[in-house]
């Protein structure tokens, strides 16, 4: 996979630095970029009416349902900034948000190092690596309902975990009825079905890297470390830069594993802004409130998105 | 059944099933562990002590469900309604015991597993079950054909829900038909709704479906197809003298709440009395 700076790209295009030297300048090209400009929309158009059917209508509607006390059963009132307010002073919705930052700050790094690490690995010449990846991406493949059904029988009082570890004289852990070792669980469990999709992704960046630039780098006589942080990391930062502004916007969306595996429960240990949007919506009927929660998350993701977009210049690099 | 159907004193719907809880218990295991079956006036006391017989060998003598269900069923056997008109009575201490009653088949007699953090919607109880994992549950008899087919038809028993007194009451969950505002044909509708809800229909429903029909005259039709005639003693005892209550508008809440807090009185967390004071607060009571 390669990463190309769009800005850049264009420029160097319209500059003719990237267009073949051999080919005619000018005619051919400018030919097949001419037409009357409907042809373009006419390309275009399927595309934005998806986008707006699926994306941008709902997104509008679900902003206005926000300033009102709309439920399931109908009736809709206008209620002005009362449902943010409230949002303000609800225990559930702060605690959701707590539940779901530590759930961010533990599993974007975790599995970013743990996907980084296995990409590492399988670049290395070891026997049946293609075979590795694929049996590392399956989880991502696996639908998350089914797993979590395993998950409950592996993880519960006198499940097979407990049963190992109880070999080795440790527990029983109360994985499930204890609020942090449920978290751990949920967390645990999101790590092991994404990360493979993350380490396709890196081992990806990791393959366009040119073995000069390697080899000359140990004849300058640069160790394993220095190797690793100078040359290879540095030059697979827009692989990492891309896995983890989606990592980290999956995470704050979680929801599958924290509804299958835990419900939310112990108390309301597990429960994710998401979680508590859907039980909002679908249990309690609240379909304002649960739009006003659906905005406040869209514009928590939006700012950790801008400021990574921002924070990119300093750590990426993009030749 | 007539009441549930009902919103502020006007009926909305004609019943169709009535679905009362029983207790689900496998003869085998019974047997195997020589309990007495249960029998028509049975009290908790004897559901303990079968609980504890049939407890061995990695099986559970009972099988504890999520949510409001089995607290609701054991208040009825003694003929205290879960619910009124202001919404559940968590403050109920009848409502408390009942919590207590299955925090104590786990953590006191050691008959059952605890209740652990699980999706709402999933049943670990009938898991258990039909899968001869546990010796009785407490369920619905919409399950019944299901447990027939999983554990063998003459495997599996039904009994009334004991009580402390001995005089179980049932606790009925049934469902009904009604016509929406927004209906293109409000007739025809009502014809189809008389014709389902008749005393042929209910006996003809009988022969493919396990539903209890909801008309007491329907019910001898359902034991000759469905179940037996020793059921129908269980069926009519459950039916004829059950406990009214309201189902409170937040209903589904309630469920989805006491699934969540009732795993920290299983893990010793929380008291059972704290429980429903948080499941209170979640409800905004």
């Known amino acids: ?319 | 059944m007539l009441e549930q159907l009902s919103v502020n004193g006007k009926l909305y719907a004609i019943p169709f099933n009535a679905g009362p809880n029983v207790i689900f218990y496998n003869k085998k295991l019974f047997q195997a562990a020589g309990a007495p079956e249960p029998t028509a006036n049975w009290t908790v006391d004897d559901f303990i002590a079968a609980a504890k017989a049939t407890t061995k060998n990695g099986v559970s003598g009972f099988a504890i469900g999520q949510g409001s269900t089995p607290i609701s069923t054991f208040m009825a056997a003694d003929g205290h309604p879960y619910a009124d008109k202001n919404g559940p009575k968590l403050d109920d201490p009848n409502f408390r015991n009942a919590l207590q009653l299955l925090v104590d088949l786990s953590n006191k007699y050691k008959v059952a597993k605890p209740l652990e953090a699980a999706a709402g919607g999933t049943f670990p109880d009938i898991d258990a079950f039909s899968t001869g994992q546990a010796a009785m549950e407490l369920e619905g008899l919409w399950d019944l054909q299901h447990e027939q087919q999983a554990l063998g038809k003459d495997n599996v028993g039904i009994a009334v829900i004991p009580s402390t007194s001995g005089k179980s009451k049932g606790f009925i969950s049934g469902s009904g038909f009604g016509i929406t505002k927004s209906c293109g044909d409000k007739q025809k509708a009502f014809r189809a709704i008389a014709a389902m809800t008749s005393k042929s229909g209910l006996e003809y429903v009988t022969k493919s479906q396990a539903s209890v029909p909801a008309r007491l005259d329907a019910l001898d039709a359902w034991s000759a197809n469905v179940g037996s005639p020793t059921f129908t003693a269980v069926i009519k005892q459950m039916t004829g003298d059950a406990t009214p209550s309201p189902v409170p508008s937040d209903q589904a809440q309630l469920d989805t709440l006491l699934t969540q807090y009732e795993v920290n009185a299983f893990s010793g967390k929380s008291t059972v009395a704290e429980v429903l004071q948080q499941v209170k607060a979640g409800l905004g009571q």
């Open chain 1, 1 to 319: 996979m390669t990463f190309v700076r769009l800005d850049r790209a264009e420029a160097e295009v319209s500059s003719g630095s990237v267009a073949s030297q051999n080919r005619p300048r000018g005619r051919l090209r400018r030919r097949s970029l001419e037409g009357p400009r409907w042809v373009g929309w006419a390309f275009v158009l399927p595309g934005v009416i998806g986008l707006a059917v699926f994306i941008v209508i709902p997104q509008v509607a679900s902003l206005i349902l926000g300033f009102s006390n709309s439920t399931l059963l109908g009736g809709t009132q206008f209620t002005g900034t009362a449902n943010y307010v409230r949002l303000l002073h609800d225990p559930q919705f702060l605690n959701s948000v707590l539940v779901t930052a530590i759930f961010v700050l533990v599993y974007v790094p975790a599995n970013i190092a743990i996907a980084m690490a296995m990409a590492l690995w399988l670049k290395t010449r070891i026997a049946g690596r293609n075979w590795l990846r694929v049996i590392f991406l399956i989880p991502a493949l696996s639908p998350m309902v089914a797993n979590a059904a395993v998950f409950r029988l592996l993880f519960q009082k006198d499940g097979a975990v407990n049963q190992g570890l109880a070999l080795i004289g440790i527990g029983p852990i109360p994985w499930l009825s204890d609020g942090n070792w449920a978290l751990a669980v949920v967390i645990g469990v999101s790590i092991w079905q994404s990360f493979g999709y993350n380490m396709i992704v890196l081992g990806a960046g990791l393959d366009s890297i040119s073995p000069d630039v390697i080899a000359a780098s140990r004849i300058d006589g640069a160790g394993r470390l220095r190797r690793l942080f100078s040359i290879t990391l540095p030059l697979v930062s827009p692989a990492l830069f891309f896995t983890t502004v989606l990592t980290v916007i999956g995470a704050w969306q979680t929801f599958a594993q924290a509804y299958v595996i835990t419900g939310g429960g112990p108390g309301n240990s597990t429960m994710t802004i998401m979680l508590y949007l859907y039980q909002t919506a679908f249990t309690n009927n609240e379909l304002g409130y649960a739009s006003a929660i659906a905005t406040v998350l869209f514009v928590i993701i939006g700012v950790f998105t801008l400021f990574q977009l921002w924070g990119q210049r300093k750590w990426v690099h993009y030749d």
